[in-house]
């Protein structure tokens, strides 16, 4: 179990790592005026969720639903799993709304500013407190 626990951390760290900095590419994206940097931007967005940010969360949901299934009714009586479970839900549709925005941007019909993705690269900031908080206080 220890074993499929840290390779749950270790893809977790990718996941985040990828989930931190694509919408920091879509900051910049956003701001660039030049045609060779917004396609640079376009090539650095697709790298990074395909080769990097989607296997993660795979592997991610692999190892956690794996750690669940050492024991299923325990975990699932805990309230605090509950909770983790929706805030991962809402992460995996933050992460698929992000394969939406590299389309978009790949299509050159991006029409939100620099600002907009600023606040939106906050959101996993806030899951990942949670989450984490969850997962080692279990409040409840």
Excluded at 69 to 74: A, D, L, P, T
Aim: proline share 4%.
């Amino acid at each position: 179990m220890l074993w499929v626990k840290a390779f749950h951390i270790i893809s977790l760290v990718c996941w985040f790592a990828g989930i931190f900095y694509l919408p920091r590419l879509f900051v910049y994206h956003a701001a660039c005026e030049d045609k060779p940097g917004q396609e640079r931007f376009k090539i650095m967005e697709r790298k990074l969720y395909r080769g990097i940010t989607t296997p993660s969360m795979i592997a991610t949901v692999i190892f956690g639903v794996w750690l669940l299934s050492y024991n299923v009714s325990g975990y699932f009586s805990q309230g605090w799993l509950h909770v983790k479970l929706l805030l991962v839900t809402l992460l995996i549709v933050y992460h698929f709304y992000c394969g939406h925005l590299v389309k978009v941007f790949r299509d050159d019909k991006n029409h939100r500013s620099h600002v907009f993705y600023r606040w939106f690269n906050e959101i996993p900031v806030f899951i990942l407190l949670a989450v984490v908080i969850l997962a080692l206080v279990k409040p409840f």
